[in-house]
């Protein structure tokens, strides 16, 4: 039988030196048989947009370009990326 997991994401927006970036936040899996995704494990909750609207993405386990994955993620790592929008 062939199964595949794949990793289940959302994109969050953010800017980097006044351009536009998306960091892919992996909240779950998703899992297959013969390329049917037959059921998700969420291991953490998606947040809806600015319209209300949840919207998740899914790539491969092997991808290589920037996860943030959010079983391994400290609240200290994220907020280094965001150190300069704080007030204080």
Known sequence: MDKKT???VQGKKYFLNGVEKTQWIKIGKLFTKMDIPS???LDALPLPDE??????KVFPEDRKEEILDT????????????????PF
């Open 6 to 8: 794949l990793n289940l």
């Open 71 to 86: 079983s391994n993620a400290t609240l200290e790592n994220d907020l280094e990326k965001k150190d300069d929008e704080i």
């Open 39 to 41: 059921s998700v494990k």
């Open 51 to 56: 319209k209300g609207e949840v919207w998740l």
